[in-house]
Each structure stands twice: as structure tokens, then as C-alpha cells.
């Protein structure tokens, strides 16, 4: 009799099937790990691809710190609870000047971010790096590979991707290149959703709606999520019904006003919302080809 | 782009609607066409009527419509994927995307590649993933020569699904005659390049007419619209899970000294615990103990899911390896024939060594000088001694070692690679598997100890080539199929090579050009030899013109069991019957290269026996085939 493979299904063994290549075909991989749903979907798929073992690479948590508490909780249960090794790097420069969101605006990326993941990266010497990318979220990303060079120096050359046919992804890299390796490619957000609810996956309760002390600034509603909030002359914090739907820095992160407080109510609302994911996402607000910018120059 | 479309369910039972979404499929599928032909806009349709857009995508592409446009006031569909004056502006090299969009029925994957020629490497990547093809034609331009170069392309690399999309069908007043008459021009086409079948469906991307809603414009089309297709459409499914069972291994997990797990995604076939499997190339057998997974245990796997086998014995096993059906196992070569794409600014070196990457293998091969080239816009075989950007051709390779493999039209996963180049390692090519040259030499798991003796002794007769050669209808076929029923009859076992059957499969991949005639012969020859070393009588009808390549046949087969049998019809009398219709075609020209008429056919000088066949009825024909058979003449 014919099995009828449905869609997640089909994601989840290619997903599996890139895991594999990488570990067999590269020295030394690594997971970036920033906690987020979709980085909760891409553990559970690694896990799921060399069961019973542990993945046999560790977790990189690029850390700013200046992430939600919640975010550090869940990070340190699923490391322990995958078995894997979980990696925390802050870069050193960043934390000596004191970068934060308040005072340095797109700096704070910058330097936490994108030179704390360059700097990582090249401290471990690690040669692949999953991470939890999908060619939905915007149009310079449609084009991506699922297997993505980075020269010595982290940059992506668009002009000079190779092709990627059938199943077969060419792994061999010129001394100093590195890959990043983008496993969910080809899921979209709402294959996101489904498959945390389908395979019953722990994800940050911030993307539930919760009674949480709130401002508003500049159109973005935020979460005071500890003292370190610099609250402006009159500014008093409000208990609003909200929950999150991209997750970052806290003071960064925009949530929305939701009585969402189970899943299917999450998705339900994603479902019938008007306004697309990276909305809430300061990052994309600079420039228009910004996210193609970043990239270049190394943000994952 | 990601929101969907809030139906009725969503709202009033999110249970049920996660529930439906959650039995969907999938569907890959590439489109075919340029930016003239209204691609992007059918794409942008498709997302739009899907409810793939949110609305500050919506109000963003209203604002650009009107700035940007080309539609006037009404919405430009095409600036919702990227336009490729933009990506040429960028500098990004124009390529393949990949877009997203569900329905209730099935999630779809759109690898998005331009049209014009010099991007053929593009929609080759695009098509090595995609279930269906749809190929968009202007309706008032018909079948271009980019239809045919996409088309075939398309059916090279193995795409079973094709959708002929007439579009802009409202620039030609939705007329009906125009519709039939670029979907008969397309079907004389596909049918010569092979394509078993298509669906046409006049569409207009612009204005919607059955893109998914009905067209009332076209009420005298009754097929499906674009997207019921789309959702309908029958998948392999049930036809890759019944091949014999092929697993890459890719891993070995072996997390301690009690567990050894081979892991891979299932190529071909089903699994189950209990079943006898066999490791390639070494040939060693053994049996499955457990389907291990994150969820438990599994009573049976299917082509498409990534698993874990353990076995029951202990034995070498190691990337790079194929578990196969113990009893079907797929085979082991070191030297074959292949298409190539090359698919790199340098072009093709014949002798440099490439690494090359098959299912979980990668090993050395060298590519010898291609045998031809392909004109990818007439389908024409040209002489080439490279291959460059672009350019796709037959070639035979060698690797170092032997590997595991499938043609390519058995499985895309065992008959597909790519090429590797070992000093800049950018992927220069991909190749495509015809089929191996020679068993390779040092590979013994089949017992190769029973000889062309054992099979005929078993068989209980002597085998035979019976070689019928003559004019297109002459009557070679007639009498061939009256010959093999009465050796059937005999409880004789036979088999008849027929020339119209095997270009379908074989000799697809071959013309009508006297090299491709020569070589048609060749491939016929070489498989009558190997059906008789499996003891039948073989049975051939070709119009085998040249004398040089009969009497090659000739000296393949084993002394005394080589009959050439000469269908004597006079040129008048087949072109008088005509009963395929060919001959008038190629009097008209239609058909080049047509024996008798521009291409010589050379008469048997002393064939084993002629037959007249104004005399001679096809009946006494076949007793006089039996007859010389049996040594009674």
C-alpha cells in the first residue's frame, strides 16, 4: 500500500538529509543557536537526525546580552536536555565599550552580532554553521543557497553561487572558506508553526500573549524585561496583553497586543493577521536592500 | 512573502484547519518561459490568489504598481517576484529563486529561473528538483524555439509532468482556434522529442482566466484551471515506492559499541524489518533488524524518508555505500555513458580529472571527448570536442573505482551527479546516466559462473538473431510479430527489438542522422548479443539501411546464429501503402533524412533469405523464417 507523505514530512526528511551531508563532509560543524522558534524547529530536526545519538556538533550561542530572560532559561534546558555542548560567546570589545541598544543604535548589531559570530566562528575554527534561515522571509533570500560560502573574511559573493541539483551539494571549500548551511530553506513560517505543533516542541513562552510590563516608543510596543530598561522622563511601564512573534534584544523587539495564549490561538492569529513577520524587527526598518547588505558583509 | 488565506475555518475551528493543513503534500514545480511571456505576472497571480500577500506587501505593491507598472492603474503581479532588471542592477547573478505558496491541498515549491538561452544551467538546477514543468507560450507568437529548448530541457531532465500554458489568451479574444492550433503544433513536437504527455491550458495571467478561478471568457475549455491541476495532479509516489529498494548511505551512527545505524534518505523503494538487503559494491548480504527513528521504532520506510537501518550481521558498511534489495540490487560499474551540462565559464577539459558526486559517493572520473553536442533550440546532434557554458552532450567517463548507480531515468538519485572542479571546486557540470559501457571487471556478486550454455540449455533451444532489414513499411514488423507468435506457439523463448519501440527508450537520445543510424544499430546489436547469451531468440525489425553495420551485427554474434532476412518491397509499393503516413510527410519535407527518399538504403548483397513481398503472403513469410530457422531451407 502507497504512504502518502504530507508536506512537513517531506521538509523534515530533507532537512534531516542536510544535517547528515554536512557532519559527514565537513571537520568541524557548529549549530548557531538564538533560541527562536525557528532555531527551536532546526534542534529538534538535528536531534531527530542522529538519534540515539546526541548531534555530534555543539550549539553557538552568538550572546548579546541583552536577550530576554526567558530566552537564556530556554537556552541552557534544551542544551542539557539535547546533550549537546552549549558554546556562549559575547564579543570581548562589545562588552569592554559597553555597546547597548540605547546608546549605539545599529553599532549594537554590529558589533554583537554580526563581529561576535565572525569573531566566534573563527576562535573555534569551526568550518560549517547551521543556521535557521528560510527563503521566505524576504526576496534577496528566494536565491539563497541551502549550502552558502563565506570567504576567509566571512563575506558572501552572490555573483559567484554555486548550483545546487537534485540532492547533491558540493561541500568542498578552498582553504579559510567557510559554509553556512541553511537546513529549513524551504519551510515557510506557517510550516514552522505547524511542525512545532504537530511534533510538540519548546519553544519561549514570549510567543504567547502574557500579562507583561510594557512602553511604547516609536510606534514598537516594548518589553521592560529588566532594570537595565532606560525609561525616559515620564515613561511608566504598562501591563499590556502582548506576545512576540520575532524574538532578539528585548529592548529591540516589538511585540503585539494578543490574547494568544495557547498555540493553535498563536497560529490562528498569525493566520488572520495583516502585517508580514519582519515588521517587528527593527533591522529591516534602515534600508531597503538592507538585508542583502547585511549579508555581504556577514550577518547570517 | 507569507501570510495565507484566512478562510472561514481559521477563524470559526483553528483545531480543524491545523488539522487539514497538516495531511497536505508537496509539489515542486519549475516555470518555463521568459519575462515576455508573462511568467513573473502568472507567478505573482499565483501567490496573490493563493492569499500569499499581506497587506502592507499589498499596499506596497499597489503604491509601486502605479509608479513602476505597466499596467496603468490596474496591479503589476510581476513586481511581487523579483524583476530581473532589478537583480541585473544588482549586480546578483540571475538565477534560480525559489517561492512559496499553499492551498488546502498542497504546499508548492516555484523554482523561478529565466528563460533565455544562456541561463539553460539555471533552469536545469531549477528542473533537477521539480515534479512538473509549466511551460508558458505567448498565445499569439505559438510555438517559439524557447518552447522547444524549454521543453526538452524540461524532458532530459526527467520531468514526467508538463503543462503547456497558453497564456495572454485575452490578447487573441480568448479564440478558440488559436488555442487548438498551438497545442497540435506543440503535440507533433513533443511526441518527436518523446514527451508521452501534456496538459494545455489557456490561460491569462494578467487577467486571472483560469489561473484558479474558471475563465468565463473560454467556456469551451473544460479542462482544470492551472491551480486544479496543480493540486491534483497525480505524484510518482506510488510508482517510486514500488522500485526496488535503494538506501545511500550516508552516516554511520555509532554512538556506542551496541549500536551501528546506517542512515540515508530512502532513493527507491519500501523497507521493512525482516527484509534481505544487499551492500553495494561489495555484495555483501544481510537483513534488516530495525527502522530506527526520534519517534520509535517504524514496521516500514518508504522512498523519500530519512532513516536509520540497523542489520543483522556484522558487516563492512560505510558512506558512500547503496543498501539495495538483496535480490534486485542496483548495479556497479567503473565506466558509462551520460549526458553532460556544462554548467561553467571554463569550458569541459576531456582527461582532466573532476571529482564526482553521485548520491553519497564522490570519486575521480575522467570524461572522455563528447561522442556530440546537443543544440539544445533544434535537438540536433552536432560534432564538438568540448563542452562549454551552457552546453549539454553525450560523453562516455570512467571513474577510479567502481560505484553504484541506476540510469538516470530508473532514479534521479542513483543515475544523477555533478562534476567537481579539483582546483577552483566550483561545480562545473551536471551529468545524467545513460547507462554503464562495461560490468566492471573485479565486481563478482552475481554468479557469473552460469554461462550463454546453462541459459540456452535451460531455455532448451539454440539461440538465434533473426535480422529483418528493409524499407520503411516493407513489412518487417508484420512479419516479425507472425514469426515470433508461431516460435511461441513452439513453446520457443523469444524476444522482438522492434524499431519504432526502442527509440522511445533506449535510442531515444538518437536522431536520424547517419551517425545516429550507425549507432542506433550498434546499441540493437549489442542487446541482440546479450539476449542471446541469455539463450532466447532474438527477434529484430530495423530498417538497418547501411550494409557496414549489418554485417557489424554480424560479426558480433556467435558463429551460425546470425539470419539476415531481407524484406524485398519495391520503393513504389511502400510508399504506396504508406500506412504510418511517412512517406507523404517526407515527400513534403517534413521528415528529413528518410530512407528511400534523402537517405540511402543499401540492399543485402547475400542475406539468408529474401522475401518477396509482392509474392509472397506475410504468412508464407513467417513459415519460410521458421523454416530457414530450424535448418529446413
Known sequence: MTVNLTHLRRLEAESIHIFREVVAETDKPVMLYSVGKD???MLHLARKAFYPAPPP???????????????????????????????????????????????????????????????????????????GARRDEEKSRAKERIFSFRSANHRWDPKNQRPELWRLYNTRKAKGESIRVFPISNWTELDIWQYIHLENIPIVPLYFAEDRPTV????????VDDDRFRLKPGEKPVMRSVRFRTLGCYPLSGAVESHARTLPEVIQEMLLTTTSERQGRAIDHDQAASMEKKKQEGYF | MSSYKADALIAK??????????????????????????????????????????????????????????????????LLVDGLAAEREQGITIDVAYRFFTTEKRKFIVADTPGHEQYTRNMVTGASTADLAVILIDARKGVLTQTRRHSYLAHLIGIRHLVLAVNKMDLVDYDQVTFDAIVADYRSFAEQIGIKGFTAIPISGFKGDNVTARSEAMSWYHGPTLMDHLETVELDVAADQAKPFRLPVQWVNRPNQDFRGFCGMIAGGTIKPGNRIRVLPSGKTSTVKRIVTFDGDLDQAVAGQSITLTLADEIDCSRGDVIADALDPCQVADQFEATIVWMA??????????????????????????????????????????????????????????????????????????LIDKLSLATVAAGMIHFSLRRSQNVHWQALDVSRETHA???????AVLWFTGLSGAGKSTIANLVEKKLARMNRHTFLLDGDNVRHGLNKDLGFTDADRVENIRRVGEVARLMTDAGLIVLTAFISPFRAERDMVRQMMAPGEFFEIFIDTPLAEAERRDEKGLYKKARAGALKNFTGIDSPYEAPLSPDLRIDTTRTTPEQAAELVIALLLGEL
Open chain 1, 57 to 131: 556538533f555543539p550549539l553557538l550561542h552568538v550572546d548579546t546580552t541583552w536577550k530576554f530572560r526567558a530566552m537564556y532559561e530556554l537556552r541552557d534546558r534544551m542544551a542539557k536536555e539535547s546533550g549537546m555542548e552549549l558554546l556562549v560567546y559575547q564579543n570581548p570589545e562589545a562588552k569592554e565599550r559597553g555597546i547597548n541598544p540605547f546608546d549605539h543604535g545599529s553599532l549594537h548589531t554590529d558589533m554583537w552580532k554580526t563581529e561576535g559570530l565572525k569573531q566566534a566562528l573563527d576562535k573555534y575554527g569551526f568550518d560549517a554553521a547551521f543556521g
Open chain 1, 216 to 223: 511604547e516608543r516609536d510606534g514598537l510596543i516594548l518589553m
Open chain 2, 13 to 78: 475551528d483553528i483545531d480543524a484547519y491545523l488539522e487539514q493543513h497538516q495531511r497536505k503534500s508537496l509539489l515542486r514545480f519549475i516555470t518555463c518561459g521568459s519575462v515576455d511571456d508573462g511568467k513573473s505576472t502568472l507567478i505573482g497571480r499565483l501567490l496573490y490568489d493563493s492569499k500569499m500577500i499581506f497587506e502592507d506587501q499589498l499596499a506596497a505593491l499597489e503604491a509601486d504598481s502605479k509608479r513602476v507598472g505597466t499596467q496603468g492603474q490596474n496591479i503589476d503581479f510581476a
Open chain 2, 345 to 418: 565559464q571554463e569550458p569541459m577539459l576531456p582527461g582532466r580529472p573532476y571529482w564526482l558526486k553521485l548520491g553519497t559517493q564522490t570519486v575521480t572520473a575522467n570524461i572522455q571527448a563528447p561522442k556530440y553536442q546537443v543544440n539544445v533550440n533544434t535537438m540536433e546532434h552536432l560534432a564538438a570536442k568540448t563542452l562549454e557554458l551552457n552546453a549539454i552532450g553525450v560523453a562516455n567517463l570512467s571513474t577510479d573505482r567502481a560505484i553504484a548507480f541506476e540510469a538516470y531515468a530508473q532514479s534521479r538519485d542513483l543515475g544523477g551527479f555533478i
Open chain 1, 39 to 41: 532555531s527551536a524547529v
Open chain 2, 457 to 463: 540449455n535451460l531455455k532448451n533451444q539454440k539461440p
